[in-house]
């Protein structure tokens, strides 16, 4: 029976997917919580299976749950045990829910760094894409840290499906590891040239994405990105290249005087609107930055505008919004192009949509003018009538105060007819916005000196209307403007019309009703009317009347004093007293008036936000330093049990630490900034050094901008504000008229009313002039304020960390962290093992050489980073056609070159850079390890290391031949064509029982002549090898660098030593006199193995063979560069042809350019065009067909020996095939 | 960068939920649901950009939608990403969505196209569809869209290609409804008495003999 219902149950349980669960859920709809819980503990059942396919469909339901809101995290550990799955099907599933749930808190996290690592290296590129793309949503620093390098490598993944992927990931990875970015930034940036849109798009994306960040570190990628956008047809490359380009223009003027063309061009042809709209955007931003002087500015203007008219014109509402976007950014720097389709952005604040009238608000912002500010506002306050809906109306509202208020006033007039449109305002009922409106009160009340008197009147009516009263029962805010009406007019009091008026209305029973804080500023004002009044009675010798007042004091405060709000309260009861004193003092007919106004003497003056910011700190005073020594420090703790007997003596240990331990004090400093950094609710201090001014006190100092214009205005009684709009017309044509007749009198003489700013001034701006004399009293600031505004940059900003600059050589630290040991399987092809061994051991010269080569590094070094800036600024400076990009010529060191030779430069960078960092720490690590060889785990990886080998083992360039010929869709291959083989440049050179010599020689188009001939050097023996010395023969046409001082027959010593087992890569230098032909250099290596019975002399001797081939330097060419060479006809011509090849022709190719240094020109079907260059500037190109069974080479060199043997070397490779 | 992709009906009920960002279980549900009575109240004959973002991001974030019959695709994107270029990968996207579930069961299609280029979704099958065993489908198919927040391919052949390529490889292997049923007839044979033992040995390696040619 039991098992029964066991057996029932795990049927059930068994029997639902997916489709169950959801449809289960629909049909629980009332209790669906339940229902789900229920699953919940399905679930759990199911994932204690050990079945994975039922642990995959649990957790496929879970996945399904946690978009429902569950939190699945409790799950993480069966998540990973399901990614883990052999099965495509279950890892799918199992990455899609690690994609959704994972995160940087989740902890079982870190269990995944080598499933990731296996997956990402998996056969099945589905594997590794589902790989990557999981990872992009929950990578980790730690996940970033570890698997950079094995990203890095699927960059150049044979199928652009995985390239694509690992592209994108990088950013990921960028923002998490942070270091990573300079080493696998040679290698993204080789993918914008990709041949597979997807992955230059990919790699665009990256790109854009890290410079919007920081756009300085990419200004010297602008010539390729320039490129791209004059040749690629991919609509969505060139949104992101020419929004990038956005981002850089404001920092390079030049950039932008080059853009505009080729974007107007775009402008006019294209017939997406996305790319019209972003070209467009651009546009304004070159316009933005460039600051005037360009002869087609205007034009360019001109079409802007006129293209987003179209666009707002048009009956879709996508287009208008973002017409109006851009013409808000347009606005900014030209307003007048913007202000003439005032009409068309006027209709659309009637639009339906509320998204498009917002953006037409914005957009009014910055059109209005002296002239139109009234105009627009009235337009504006029609539609807070009608608008429906709180959000709007609140929008229009700020947008009114926002336009009026701009720039310190600077548009209104009239300040009678700005106090009557925010008291207009206050009728609006359930604004949240009640103390903007309050704020602008207070404003310009205090700073408008002229406008005061009319302000009081206007607020003392505000006081006295109801209807702010009644509303503040409602909850809402426009009860704030009680706040400022009451302040004012206690303030002013001295300009109210009846004060005693006023009084009463503020003493009013149900002013109790209102906020606390508005309560308390009646109270408080009410003493300064109350003041003004006493004075105004004793001064007309109206004793009666003074002590009616002081009565009517004493009667109404009580309600204040009983209200619940504290500071009403205290004020109240000390005013209340301070009335009864004087009712007192009024009894014995003692004057009071006096005193009493003596308590508000003097005129509060504005003050800034910012000024208890810009406070300098004064000299001698030490923000950070502790008022109070903290107690739980442990050094001052030892002394404390002494001290409770003596308490004089106390002090002085406590002070002595402070004073004679500065270091402890440091660093006590530096916890303490530590914590304050954390801290919000510290204010920091700046940190610049304090400058003194000359410091005077008094109210004389505050700067008064002031403009003395014509007769004010006095409009008695409640205003509406529309009769301004009628009087300011008349009064402006007015002055009008006064200006022309003063202008026949005096032409040509200064113009009438000084700005009041610095704002730029529009012709119909200077004609009108403000109706009162204002003075608008600037806000105060502490004196010697701080001049520099602080740059509040939040230090917290993931981006910041990848402000890096990029075009620095890598520094020996820097490369990515290498997983060291993999876990161990058979190795199949000891050969190729050595050879990463090789390179992570490579170079440990001894310190004198690597000091003499560092140094000329370095100057390599510098020598290129100035070309570099010298090839932008080359780039910049010249006006090439248009349209097609510049296009290398590899006979001449052309500026056409630079954007090449510049990411050739870097790439060698990398590379040496790569070498030279990896002895010290890994090799020293090495020397310890087992001296078995290494073992790898997949097959997969074998294909993958190679090429990254190549890349690293090839000659100077070859990385950039590595990007050249990807452009081709030879080395990557398209997606049904079979993975390369794996293949190594290094070849045997000599080898006994102590040790295997495997050799590489690599032409360097940077040193004349010369090459490199890097040799491995494998100990086999279980001695320790030690004293190497390298001699070589020097021919008449070969010979080999030595250290300066010693003769030709000395040898050159190899700087280190083998323990056994291990290799190392040393390099020679040799200069070659004629390089048409082959060379062959007798050598011996000597050395002295020493190991437990004692040390042995041995030689073993080789023979160095220089091939023509490796005399090449695989150089990039472009099919027009190529063309025009083989136009030239100074090239002679000779071909070989090899039969019985069964190799496909990619892996024919490939051969060729890895074994020959040639580069892939331009294939079609079975035919490609390759070239090459040899270390002395001979040009070879060849052309390569394969036939049925066959494949013939024909060859063009402008030497014909050396093309010869050329092709004799290659026939013997290809023989081989 | 894309900060979420959201999928919802006209009810609010959630069909894809994809945040690019960490947000907890609940902050997700509540950004659903605002974004969802944000889109509500607009018609559709007005413009599909909002500047809502207060919910995910600053003011650099907008929310750029389009509303397909019964259905709402929201993408909360950033300043980085053209507003025109995100619809029409919307449209890609509901295209590719279209097609694949066209090719994959011809029994109903989710979308279908009429003459006047608009999009209507059969609602019947819709729910059937849509909700169930397609819910990862469609997951799998925005992964070859967008990824980690940055749009991965344009090309909806491409994605088409790519997905069906995977979808063959998981029907190579049996798929995930054949596994659990084959599984669950497993365990049925599985001779009873054995479980209960087993589980009250607390032995947690327990191997059942008949499972291990379906794992």
């Given at each position: 029976?039991?098992?029964?219902?066991?057996?029932?149950?795990?049927?059930?349980?068994?029997?639902?997917?997916?489709?169950?669960?959801?449809?289960?859920?629909?049909?629980?709809?009332?209790?669906?919580?339940?229902?789900?819980?229920?699953?919940?503990?399905?679930?759990?059942?199911?994932?204690?299976?050990?079945?994975?396919?039922?642990?995959?469909?649990?957790?496929?339901?879970?996945?399904?749950?946690?978009?429902?809101?569950?939190?699945?995290?409790?799950?993480?550990?069966?998540?990973?045990?399901?990614?883990?799955?052999?099965?495509?099907?279950?890892?799918?599933?199992?990455?899609?829910?690690?994609?959704?749930?994972?995160?940087?808190?989740?902890?079982?996290?870190?269990?995944?760094?080598?499933?990731?690592?296996?997956?990402?290296?998996?056969?099945?590129?589905?594997?590794?894409?589902?790989?990557?793309?999981?990872?992009?949503?929950?990578?980790?620093?730690?996940?970033?840290?570890?698997?950079?390098?094995?990203?890095?490598?699927?960059?150049?993944?044979?199928?652009?499906?995985?390239?694509?992927?690992?592209?994108?990931?990088?950013?990921?990875?960028?923002?998490?590891?942070?270091?990573?970015?300079?080493?696998?930034?040679?290698?993204?940036?080789?993918?914008?040239?990709?041949?597979?849109?997807?992955?230059?798009?990919?790699?665009?994306?990256?790109?854009?994405?890290?410079?919007?960040?920081?756009?300085?570190?990419?200004?010297?990628?602008?010539?390729?990105f320039f490129k791209l956008m004059t040749s690629s047809t991919n609509n969505?490359v060139l949104i992101?290249i020419i929004k990038?380009f956005g981002?850089?223009t404001?920092?390079?003027?030049?950039l932008g005087k080059k853009l505009i063309e080729p974007l107007t061009n775009l402008i006019h042809s294209t017939s997406a609107m996305s790319l019209l709209y972003e070209c467009v955007n651009t546009v304004i931003a070159v316009l933005?930055?460039?600051?005037?002087?360009m002869p087609n500015h205007?034009a360019s203007i001109q079409l802007c505008?006129q293209k987003l008219?179209i666009?707002?014109?048009?009956?879709?509402?996508?287009?208008?919004?973002?017409?109006?976007?851009?013409?808000?950014?347009?606005?900014?720097?030209?307003?007048?192009?913007?202000?003439?389709?005032?009409?068309?952005?006027?209709?659309?604040?009637?639009?339906?949509?509320?998204?498009?009238?917002?953006?037409?608000?914005?957009?009014?912002?910055?059109?209005?003018?002296?002239?139109?500010?009234?105009?627009?506002?009235?337009?504006?306050?029609?539609?807070?009538?009608?608008?429906?809906?709180?959000?709007?109306?609140?929008?229009?509202?700020?947008?009114?105060?926002?336009?009026?208020?701009?720039?310190?006033?600077?548009?209104?007039?009239?300040?009678?007819?700005?106090?009557?449109?925010?008291?207009?305002?206050?009728?609006?009922?359930?604004?949240?916005?009640?103390?903007?409106?309050?704020?602008?009160?207070?404003?310009?009340?205090?700073?408008?000196?002229?406008?005061?008197?009319?302000?009081?009147?206007?607020?003392?009516?505000?006081?006295?209307?109801?209807?702010?009263?009644?509303?503040?029962?409602?909850?809402?805010?426009?009860?704030?403007?009680?706040?400022?009406?009451?302040?004012?007019?206690?303030?002013?009091?001295?300009?109210?019309?009846?004060?005693?008026?006023?009084?009463?209305?503020?003493?009013?029973?149900?002013?109790?009703?209102?906020?606390?804080?508005?309560?308390?500023?009646?109270?408080?004002?009410?003493?300064?009317?109350?003041?003004?009044?006493?004075?105004?009675?004793?001064?007309?010798?109206?004793?009666?009347?003074?002590?009616?007042?002081?009565?009517?004091?004493?009667?109404?405060?009580?309600?204040?004093?009983?209200?619940?709000?504290?500071?009403?309260?205290?004020?109240?009861?000390?005013?209340?007293?301070?009335?009864?004193?004087?009712?007192?003092?009024?009894?014995?007919?003692?004057?009071?008036?006096?005193?009493?106004?003596?308590?508000?003497?003097?005129?509060?003056?504005?003050?800034?936000?910012?000024?208890?910011?810009?406070?300098?700190?004064?000299?001698?005073?030490?923000?950070?330093?502790?008022?109070?020594?903290?107690?739980?420090?442990?050094?001052?703790?030892?002394?404390?049990?002494?001290?409770?007997?003596?308490?004089?003596?106390?002090?002085?240990?406590?002070?002595?630490?402070?004073?004679?331990?500065?270091?402890?004090?440091?660093?006590?400093?530096?916890?303490?900034?530590?914590?304050?950094?954390?801290?919000?609710?510290?204010?920091?201090?700046?940190?610049?050094?304090?400058?003194?001014?000359?410091?005077?006190?008094?109210?004389?100092?505050?700067?008064?901008?002031?403009?003395?214009?014509?007769?004010?205005?006095?409009?008695?009684?409640?205003?509406?504000?529309?009769?301004?709009?009628?009087?300011?017309?008349?009064?402006?044509?007015?002055?009008?008229?006064?200006?022309?007749?003063?202008?026949?009198?005096?032409?040509?003489?200064?113009?009438?009313?000084?700005?009041?700013?610095?704002?730029?001034?529009?012709?119909?701006?200077?004609?009108?002039?403000?109706?009162?004399?204002?003075?608008?009293?600037?806000?105060?600031?502490?004196?010697?304020?701080?001049?520099?505004?602080?740059?509040?940059?939040?230090?917290?900003?993931?981006?910041?960390?990848?402000?890096?600059?990029?075009?620095?050589?890598?520094?020996?630290?820097?490369?990515?962290?290498?997983?060291?040991?993999?876990?161990?399987?058979?190795?199949?092809?000891?050969?190729?093992?050595?050879?990463?061994?090789?390179?992570?051991?490579?170079?440990?010269?001894?310190?004198?050489?690597?000091?003499?080569?560092?140094?000329?590094?370095?100057?390599?070094?510098?020598?290129?980073?100035?070309?570099?800036?010298?090839?932008?600024?080359?780039?910049?400076?010249?006006t090439p056609p248009p349209a097609p990009a510049p296009?290398?010529?590899?006979?001449?060191?052309?500026?056409?070159?630079?954007?090449?030779?510049?990411?050739?430069?870097?790439?060698?960078?990398?590379?040496?850079?790569?070498?030279?960092?990896?002895?010290?720490?890994?090799?020293?690590?090495?020397?310890?390890?087992?001296?078995?060889?290494?073992?790898?785990?997949?097959?997969?990886?074998?294909?993958?290391?190679?090429?990254?080998?190549?890349?690293?083992?090839?000659?100077?360039?070859?990385?950039?031949?590595?990007?050249?010929?990807?452009?081709?869709?030879?080395?990557?291959?398209?997606?049904?064509?079979?993975?390369?083989?794996?293949?190594?440049?290094?070849?045997?050179?000599?080898?006994?029982?102590?040790?295997?010599?495997?050799?590489?020689?690599?032409?360097?188009?940077?040193?004349?002549?010369?090459?490199?001939?890097?040799?491995?050097?494998?100990?086999?023996?279980?001695?320790?090898?030690?004293?190497?010395?390298?001699?070589?023969?020097?021919?008449?046409?070969?010979?080999?660098?030595?250290?300066?001082?010693?003769?030709?027959?000395?040898?050159?010593?190899?700087?280190?030593?083998?323990?056994?087992?291990?290799?190392?890569?040393?390099?020679?230098?040799?200069?070659?006199?004629?390089?048409?032909?082959?060379?062959?250099?007798?050598?011996?290596?000597?050395?002295?193995?020493?190991?437990?019975?004692?040390?042995?002399?041995?030689?073993?001797?080789?023979?160095?063979?220089?091939?023509?081939?490796?005399?090449?330097?695989?150089?990039?060419?472009?099919?027009?560069?190529?063309?025009?060479?083989?136009?030239?006809?100074?090239?002679?011509?000779?071909?070989?042809?090899?039969?019985?090849?069964?190799?496909?022709?990619?892996?024919?190719?490939?051969?060729?350019?890895?074994?020959?240094?040639?580069?892939?020109?331009?294939?079609?079907?079975?035919?490609?065009?390759?070239?090459?260059?040899?270390?002395?500037?001979?040009?070879?190109?060849?052309?390569?067909?394969?036939?049925?069974?066959?494949?013939?080479?024909?060859?063009?060199?402008?030497?014909?020996?050396?093309?010869?043997?050329?092709?004799?070397?290659?026939?013997?490779?290809?023989?081989?095939? | 960068?894309?900060?979420?992709?959201?999928?919802?009906?006209?009810?609010?009920?959630?069909?894809?939920?994809?945040?690019?960002?960490?947000?907890?279980?609940?902050?997700?549900?509540?950004?659903?649901?605002?974004?969802?009575?944000?889109?509500?109240?607009?018609?559709?004959?007005?413009?599909?950009?909002?500047?809502?973002?207060?919910?995910?991001?600053?003011?650099?974030?907008?929310?750029?939608?389009?509303?397909?019959?019964?259905?709402?695709?929201?993408?909360?994107?950033?300043?980085?990403?053209?507003?025109?270029?995100?619809?029409?990968?919307?449209?890609?996207?509901?295209?590719?969505?279209?097609?694949?579930?066209?090719?994959?069961?011809?029994?109903?299609?989710?979308?279908?196209?009429?003459?006047?280029?608009?999009?209507?979704?059969?609602?019947?099958?819709?729910?059937?569809?849509?909700?169930?065993?397609?819910?990862?489908?469609?997951?799998?198919?925005?992964?070859?869209?967008?990824?980690?927040?940055?749009?991965?391919?344009?090309?909806?052949?491409?994605?088409?290609?790519?997905?069906?390529?995977?979808?063959?490889?998981?029907?190579?292997?049996?798929?995930?409804?054949?596994?659990?049923?084959?599984?669950?007839?497993?365990?049925?044979?599985?001779?009873?008495?054995?479980?209960?033992?087993?589980?009250?040995?607390?032995?947690?390696?327990?191997?059942?003999?008949?499972?291990?040619?379906?794992?």
């Amino acid at each position: 029976m039991a098992l029964k219902m066991v057996k029932g149950s795990i049927d059930r349980m068994f029997d639902k997917n997916l489709q169950d669960l959801v449809r289960g859920i629909r049909n629980h709809k009332e209790d669906e919580a339940k229902y789900i819980s229920q699953c919940i503990d399905e679930i759990k059942q199911e994932l204690k299976q050990d079945n994975i396919a039922v642990k995959a469909n649990a957790v496929c339901k879970l996945t399904y749950l946690q978009m429902l809101g569950y939190d699945i995290s409790w799950a993480a550990f069966n998540i990973i045990e399901v990614m883990s799955a052999s099965k495509f099907t279950f890892k799918r599933i199992g990455y899609l829910a690690a994609s959704q749930s994972f995160h940087e808190g989740t902890d079982v996290i870190m269990l995944t760094t080598n499933q990731i690592r296996k997956d990402l290296s998996s056969p099945s590129q589905y594997d590794t894409g589902v790989a990557l793309t999981g990872l992009s949503c929950f990578v980790t620093p730690d996940l970033a840290r570890d698997l950079a390098n094995d990203i890095m490598t699927l960059m150049s993944h044979t199928k652009p499906y995985i390239r694509k992927k690992a592209v994108l990931i990088m950013y990921k990875v960028f923002l998490k590891y942070p270091e990573s970015l300079r080493p696998a930034f040679p290698r993204l940036k080789e993918k914008l040239e990709d041949p597979d849109p997807g992955v230059q798009s990919a790699a665009v994306n990256v790109i854009c994405e890290l410079a919007r960040r920081n756009p300085k570190n990419y200004l010297s990628l602008a010539p390729l990105f320039f490129k791209l956008m004059t040749s690629s047809t991919n609509n969505w490359v060139l949104i992101k290249i020419i929004k990038l380009f956005g981002a850089l223009t404001p920092l390079e003027p030049r950039l932008g005087k080059k853009l505009i063309e080729p974007l107007t061009n775009l402008i006019h042809s294209t017939s997406a609107m996305s790319l019209l709209y972003e070209c467009v955007n651009t546009v304004i931003a070159v316009l933005i930055s460039l600051s005037s002087g360009m002869p087609n500015h205007s034009a360019s203007i001109q079409l802007c505008v006129q293209k987003l008219r179209i666009l707002i014109e048009d009956s879709d509402q996508n287009l208008k919004y973002l017409g109006l976007l851009a013409m808000s950014k347009i606005l900014k720097t030209h307003p007048k192009s913007v202000q003439s389709h005032k009409d068309l952005i006027l209709q659309c604040l009637d639009d339906k949509d509320e998204s498009i009238r917002l953006r037409a608000l914005d957009l009014l912002y910055g059109m209005v003018s002296k002239k139109n500010l009234m105009e627009i506002v009235k337009k504006l306050m029609t539609h807070v009538d009608k608008a429906e809906g709180t959000t709007y109306r609140d929008e229009l509202l700020t947008k009114i105060i926002d336009i009026c208020s701009q720039s310190n006033y600077q548009y209104i007039t009239n300040f009678e007819w700005y106090i009557s449109i925010l008291v207009e305002l206050t009728r609006l009922e359930g604004t949240r916005h009640g103390h903007l409106i309050a704020a602008q009160m207070l404003d310009v009340a205090i700073r408008v000196k002229a406008i005061r008197k009319f302000a009081v009147s206007q607020m003392s009516s505000l006081l006295d209307s109801a209807h702010l009263l009644a509303s503040s029962t409602q909850r809402n805010g426009i009860c704030e403007v009680l706040y400022a009406a009451a302040w004012i007019c206690g303030e002013f009091s001295e300009h109210l019309q009846e004060p005693h008026h006023t009084l009463e209305a503020m003493l009013r029973p149900k002013v109790t009703t209102l906020p606390g804080h508005i309560q308390a500023v009646y109270v408080q004002n009410v003493v300064k009317l109350y003041a003004s009044i006493l004075q105004q009675k004793e001064q007309a010798g109206e004793a009666e009347g003074a002590q009616a007042v002081t009565q009517l004091m004493v009667d109404r405060l009580p309600q204040f004093v009983q209200s619940a709000d504290l500071e009403v309260q205290e004020r109240a009861s000390c005013i209340l007293q301070l009335v009864k004193h004087i009712q007192k003092l009024q009894a014995k007919d003692v004057p009071v008036a006096e005193e009493v106004s003596a308590l508000f003497a003097g005129e509060l003056n504005p003050v800034a936000p910012k000024a208890q910011k810009k406070v300098p700190v004064p000299e001698g005073l030490d923000l950070d330093a502790w008022i109070n020594e903290p107690l739980s420090d442990s050094e001052s703790e030892d002394e404390r049990p002494r001290a409770v007997f003596h308490e004089e003596e106390q002090r002085r240990p406590k002070h002595r630490p402070s004073e004679a331990d500065e270091e402890e004090l440091a660093r006590r400093r530096e916890a303490r900034k530590q914590e304050q950094a954390n801290n919000p609710f510290y204010i920091k201090s700046s940190p610049s050094p304090q400058k003194r001014y000359q410091d005077t006190p008094g109210v004389e100092h505050i700067p008064v901008v002031q403009i003395d214009l014509s007769v004010p205005l006095k409009v008695p009684g409640l205003p509406m504000s529309d009769q301004y709009v009628k009087l300011e017309e008349e009064r402006r044509h007015q002055q009008k008229l006064e200006k022309d007749k003063r202008r026949k009198k005096r032409k040509e003489k200064e113009k009438k009313g000084k700005r009041r700013h610095g704002s730029l001034p529009t012709e119909s701006d200077e004609d009108i002039a403000p109706a009162q004399q204002v003075d608008i009293v600037t806000e105060e600031m502490p004196e010697n304020a701080l001049p520099s505004d602080e740059d509040d940059k939040d230090p917290n900003d993931p981006y910041r960390a990848l402000d890096i600059d990029l075009d620095k050589p890598l520094a020996d630290s820097e490369k990515l962290p290498i997983q060291k040991h993999r876990n161990a399987e058979t190795s199949k092809s000891p050969e190729k093992e050595d050879v990463p061994v090789a390179e992570k051991k490579s170079k440990k010269p001894k310190k004198k050489e690597k000091k003499h080569k560092e140094k000329g590094r370095d100057k390599e070094k510098k020598k290129e980073k100035e070309k570099k800036a010298a090839d932008l600024d080359f780039w910049l400076s010249t006006t090439p056609p248009p349209a097609p990009a510049p296009a290398p010529v590899p006979s001449t060191e052309e500026a056409g070159v630079n954007p090449v030779t510049a990411s050739k430069d870097e790439c060698e960078d990398t590379k040496t850079e790569a070498q030279g960092e990896e002895d010290g720490a890994e090799g020293q690590e090495q020397d310890k390890k087992s001296p078995k060889p290494r073992k790898k785990k997949h097959k997969k990886e074998k294909e993958e290391r190679p090429k990254g080998k190549k890349s690293k083992k090839q000659p100077p360039g070859s990385e950039e031949a590595a990007g050249e010929a990807a452009r081709e869709p030879v080395q990557n291959g398209a997606p049904e064509e079979e993975p390369l083989p794996p293949e190594s440049s290094y070849s045997l050179l000599a080898e006994n029982s102590y040790i295997k010599m495997t050799c590489d020689v690599r032409g360097s188009l940077q040193e004349d002549s010369q090459v490199t001939v890097a040799i491995v050097l494998e100990n086999r023996s279980n001695s320790v090898l030690k004293g190497m010395e390298l001699s070589v023969l020097d021919s008449l046409n070969a010979r080999m660098a030595r250290p300066q001082g010693s003769s030709v027959h000395d040898g050159v010593p190899v700087p280190f030593q083998l323990p056994p087992g291990v290799s190392n890569e040393a390099q020679f230098v040799f200069t070659i006199q004629s390089v048409v032909t082959a060379q062959k250099l007798k050598g011996t290596l000597s050395f002295i193995a020493k190991n437990d019975e004692g040390a042995t002399q041995e030689k073993l001797d080789f023979r160095l063979h220089f091939s023509c081939s490796s005399y090449l330097v695989t150089t990039p060419c472009y099919s027009d560069a190529f063309a025009k060479l083989l136009e030239s006809g100074d090239l002679s011509m000779s071909s070989v042809k090899v039969d019985g090849i069964q190799l496909s022709f990619q892996n024919l190719l490939a051969k060729i350019c890895f074994h020959h240094h040639f580069s892939v020109v331009e294939r079609v079907d079975s035919c490609a065009s390759m070239y090459s260059r040899s270390i002395q500037g001979h040009h070879v190109c060849l052309l390569v067909k394969k036939g049925e069974n066959s494949v013939s080479v024909d060859g063009k060199c402008s030497d014909p020996t050396l093309l010869s043997n050329l092709l004799e070397e290659m026939k013997a490779t290809l023989a081989k095939c | 960068m894309i900060q979420a992709i959201l999928v919802f009906n006209n009810h609010g009920k959630p069909r894809l939920v994809r945040f690019y960002q960490r947000f907890p279980e609940e902050i997700q549900q509540q950004i659903v649901r605002e974004t969802f009575h944000l889109v509500l109240k607009r018609d559709d004959n007005i413009c599909n950009f909002l500047e809502g973002g207060s919910l995910i991001g600053g003011s650099d974030y907008k929310l750029i939608y389009r509303h397909y019959a019964t259905l709402y695709f929201v993408f909360c994107v950033d300043s980085s990403e053209s507003e025109l270029g995100i619809l029409d990968l919307i449209q890609v996207f509901v295209e590719t969505l279209d097609k694949c579930f066209e090719n994959v069961c011809e029994l109903d299609l989710i979308f279908h196209m009429d003459k006047c280029n608009c999009w209507v979704i059969d609602e019947a099958s819709r729910r059937k569809k849509w909700e169930a065993q397609r819910h990862q489908q469609v997951h799998y198919i925005l992964q070859e869209v967008v990824m980690g927040g940055m749009v991965l391919e344009t090309n909806m052949n491409e994605i088409v290609a790519q997905i069906e390529a995977q979808n063959r490889l998981e029907k190579s292997e049996g798929g995930l409804s054949a596994a659990p049923a084959r599984a669950v007839s497993a365990v049925k044979n599985i001779n009873l008495p054995e479980i209960p033992r087993n589980i009250n040995i607390g032995d947690l390696n327990i191997k059942v003999p008949n499972l291990s040619q379906f794992v």
